[in-house]
């Protein structure tokens, strides 16, 4: 179950928010009365309450916005009591000084914006000892592991517990809580109107990630990533998931650069069946595997991680994906590729951007084609690196307008939303015959492809890359064919200007 917290400055505002919240389903709303600028007018917020609430009364050293008293504060916590509210939060602090009464049940909570203590199991325990009917706990993520402290503690409690690490890193404690047997998470009203660091929405626990629906045996899968939050593969991923009926979920793990091989050996008692990887993890994850597709071998990129029968396999699914979506678009929207003919890459003149992990699937997938490859990144020493390693060279960045090439292909996260405003090459030096074809997908109509288009160059997005990469990871999840164009439309909707 999902608790979506409501704060309000105006009681009027509070009760329509709780009441369009109910017409789309919620079934436990918070009414967090320390949002409130008036005196708080508790009969008007619980009178003909349209779903079951928690009252909460937070204090600024919780969290909260009140500033007044506590014997004020007390005073509406035992009057929401009096009312018959359906759960009353208690903080830890405070629990003993408020006996229970009448149907009112006892949340009992503890927050914690500076860390996940390491005593958890302790504070547990003397939280169970304050008579609560739910115990909750929020604390402050500060590496991955503390999500798994913080799932298993909620797995193993015999009081119903709801667990959950706050800040980006902590966000799959919020979305795996059901998988683990929390009685319900939290979700604000609206994803821009967070009440706690790293909180979703309500429409993103619930149409992005399905959340009502996780249990004890759903599968998880996720992206790995440092940073992860414009990652729009949960999106992808989770709408498949929907479409084939498939009991999993796809999870956004940030994982920093010295968290990665704890993380790794945390995977298996999170339940991870897949990973995507993505910066800036292609490279260093190869250490934590126990196998390795040739392909991802040759490339020395990992972007795919399966767990299957004890085995950790790394793939690398970017290069055909790119090399695909590059054909296609050469070949031109009617064309259809004849068996055993030379590529449409073979012996063209291709510029490759950047020297990262999404440049090394590119050049290994133009070698194999036969293509004639330049490299040039704004760091010489990795593009001079890759040219020798997959048989091109390399040029100077400041050179690159100087490079007559037929191919131009952006490797680079530069015109990556929200730097829409940058281009990676002068649009001075497009020329019609050129193909471009910008690997970045969100936006997908980048600054270079819109450039490339008033040229009149052929041009290929980052959008064809990007769900042939996904369909291809789905293939190596599930086993099963992938739904291609329930993944490209949900793209093209996270992408566009309504988002969840």
């Known amino acids: 179950m999902i608790c979506v917290s409501v704060g309000r400055s105006r009681h009027k505002h509070m009760l329509a928010e709780h009441k369009h919240l109910a017409e789309q389903g919620a079934q436990l709303v918070e009414l967090r009365l320390d949002y409130i600028s008036s005196r708080v007018n508790l009969a008007r917020l619980l009178n003909e309450r349209p779903t079951p ?8 050293q919780d969290g909260g916005k009140f500033a007044g008293s506590e014997e004020q504060r007390m005073m509406f916590i035992r009057e929401a009591i009096a009312l ?5 939060d208690l903080e830890e602090d405070i629990a003993a000084n408020v006996p229970r009464f009448g149907k009112t049940k006892r949340i009992v909570s503890y927050h914690n914006f500076r860390n996940t203590p390491d005593d ?3 504070l547990h325990a003397r939280m169970a000892g304050m008579d609560p009917d739910v115990i909750k706990i929020a604390t402050m993520a500060q590496r991955p592991h503390d999500n798994l402290r913080m799932l298993e503690l909620v797995k193993s409690s015999e009081v ?4 959950m690490c706050m800040g980006d890193i902590g966000t799959p404690s919020r979305i795996l809580g059901a998988k683990f047997g929390a009685p319900f998470t939290y979700a604000t009203f609206h994803h821009e109107r967070t009440l706690a660091p790293g909180q979703l929405s309500f429409d993103q626990m619930r149409e992005v990630y399905g959340y009502e629906k996780i249990g004890a045996e759903t599968a998880v899968y996720g992206v790995v990533a440092d940073p992860v939050a414009h990652s729009l593969s949960p999106h992808i991923h989770n709408a498949a998931f929907r479409a084939d009926g498939i009991d999993a979920v796809y999870t956004p793990f940030r994982v920093p650069p010295d968290s ?3 993380f790794m050996e945390d995977a298996p008692r999170l339940g991870l069946k897949g990973l995507s990887v993505t910066i800036p993890h292609k490279e260093a994850i190869a250490a934590h595997l126990t196998k390795i597709d040739p392909a991802a071998k040759g490339i020395a990129a990992v972007n795919t991680v399966v767990f299957r029968d004890g085995q950790v396999i790394g793939y690398n699914t970017d290069y055909k994906a790119a090399m695909d ?3 296609h678009g050469l070949r031109g929207p009617n064309e259809q590729p004849v068996a055993g003919a030379a590529s449409p890459l073979h012996g063209k003149r291709v ?12 050049l290994y997938g133009l070698q194999k084609r036969g293509a004639q490859v330049v490299a040039a ?18 040029v100077e960045w400041a050179a690159r307008h100087n490079v007559d090439v037929d191919v131009l292909i952006n490797g680079t996260p530069i015109g990556m939303h929200p730097n829409v405003d940058e281009s990676p090459y002068g649009k001075a030096h497009l020329r019609p015959s050129m193909v471009v074809f910008d690997t970045v997908y969100n936006p997908e109509s980048t600054l270079l492809v819109k450039e490339a288009r008033e040229h009149g160059c052929r041009v290929v997005t980052g959008v064809e890359m990007f769900i042939r990469q996904a369909s291809l990871q789905y293939l190596l999840f599930t086993g099963h064919e992938p739904p291609f164009e329930v993944m490209r439309e949900t793209l093209k909707r996270a992408i566009g200007p309504v988002k969840y």
């Open 377 to 394: 990144s704004r760091t010489k020493g990795r593009a001079e690196a890759l040219a020798k390693e997959f048989g091109g060279r390399a």
């Open 260 to 262: 990665l091989a704890e």
């Open 160 to 163: 119903p517990t709801a667990g």
């Open 84 to 88: 018959g509210a359906d759960y009353v």
């Open 53 to 60: 609430v928690i009252v909460t009364y937070r204090r600024e």
């Open 325 to 327: 979506a590059l054909e």
């Open 120 to 122: 958890l199991e302790e």
């Open 351 to 362: 510029m490759v951007l950047g020297a990262g992990g999404v440049a090394r699937a590119l």
